[in-house]
């Protein structure tokens, strides 16, 4: 499946390059996109990640994900209000903190995932959960293909995993991969 726009597919590949020559084979690399009218701060957990930061509409965030990084998350955060680099949010806080060192508080929709170790023999897991809430319409989308689509917990949902059910899918190693905020 394709990613969700020609803009998005290009300006993909071209930081993807960009990370590659600055030292990021090996691992993968998670851009996050915001295509909501309003802003979010995407939170990152583990702390590794990056921990968050403030993306306004149409902006992007090129997070590098070492390789062998388990169960990482990244969720969108909403009606926040820092003032240096501390404060709150409506949905996803993660103790105040702009960058996250806890994973956030529901409700939040989470692109969760595990990087193999390598891409010879190594398998990435990948899901969108709802498990803790849902607050923004979420793709979840690997460079080998195949979209996790959540665009409202009910029916809109049916590729994610609801509590009780986890729906993880599976890729080659070290996969590259896209979290777009209202796509």
């Known amino acids: 499946m394709a990613f969700p726009s020609s803009t998005s597919r290009v300006l993909f590949a071209v930081l993807l390059l960009v ?73 996803g806080d993660c103790a105040g903190a702009l960058r996250c060192e806890v994973s956030g508080k529901p409700p939040a ?7 193999g170790e390598d891409a010879s023999n190594a398998m990435d897991y990948f899901d969108v959960s709802v498990v803790d809430g849902f607050n923004v319409p979420m793709d979840f989308v690997p460079s080998t293909g195949g979209a996790i689509r959540c665009r409202d917990p009910g029916s809109g949902c049916a590729d994610g995993s609801h509590g009780g059910e986890a729906r993880i899918h599976q890729c080659r190693g070290n996969s590259d991969y896209q979290v777009t905020f209202c796509p």
């Open 109 to 115: 929709t989470l692109a969760e995932f595990t990087i």
């Open 19 to 91: 990370a590659l020559a600055a030292g990021g084979a090996g691992a993968a690399n998670v851009l996050v996109v915001n295509n909501c009218p309003f802003t979010v701060w995407p939170g990152a957990f583990p702390p590794e990640l990056g921990g968050g930061t403030q993306l306004n509409p149409g902006q992007t965030w090129l997070v590098p994900v070492p390789a062998g990084t388990k169960g990482a998350r990244i969720w969108a955060r909403t009606g926040c209000i820092f003032f240096n680099n501390n404060g709150r949010c409506v949905t």
